[in-house]
C-alpha cells in the first residue's frame, strides 16, 4: 500500500509539473508571436517591452545588435519585414528561461529594396515580472 501511494503522489506530481511547462510554454508562444507582429508593424513601445535590458540580438550575416540598436532598426525602417512566417517551432524550459528555435521566412523592404530571407533562429527568453522577455537571438542562414 505505501508502495502505491508514493507510485501516485509521483504521478501526481509529473502531471502538475507538465501543466505548469505547458504554460510557461503556450506564454513563451505568445512571446514570440508578440516579437512577431512588433517586428512587421514595429513600434518603439512594443519593441522595448518585448526585450530585455540586456538583449544581444544577432544577425544572419555576423551584426550583432542590443536593445536601443535593435528597436532603432525597426522602427526607423532600416530593418523592414513586410511579412515574417514562422515554422517548425521547438520550446524547451529551463527554470525561468526558454529557448526557442524556428525556422523564419520573411519577405523584407530594406532601405526600400525589395528582397526575402529565410533562416533559422534561437532565441533566449527570460521570464521577468512582466512576462517572457527576450535576452538573445541568433539567425544563421537557411541555405536550402
Known sequence: MKKLSITLLFLVMATLGSIAQSKDEKAVAESVEKLRLAMIDPTKEALENIATEDLSYGHSGGK???KAQFVEALVSGKSDFKTIQLTDQTISIHGKTAIVRHSLAAETLDGGKAGSVKLFIL????KEKGGWKLLARQAVKNLN
Open 123 to 126: 532565441t533566449v527568453w527570460s
Open 64 to 66: 550583432i545588435e542590443n
